[in-house]
């Protein structure tokens, strides 16, 4: 399983990140955002949560 990436993280590729556990795993009704490349990560629902690229 990959390593989520850290909200606030910019300069990503684009397309659609879900919110995930800090060591991955799915969470209760994740958030689902859609980034262009080179836009920053947004904050999660908890604190020590991460993004998957989809």
Request: charge should be positive; glycine fraction near 16%; proline fraction near 17%.
């Amino acid at each position: 399983m990959a390593k989520p990436i850290k909200p606030g993280t910019d300069n990503k590729p684009g397309g659609t990140y879900v919110e995930v556990g800090p060591k991955g795993g799915k969470v209760d009704r994740p958030r689902i955002v859609h980034i262009d490349p080179g836009d920053r990560l947004p904050p999660t629902k908890e604190p020590g949560n991460g993004w998957i690229k989809k």
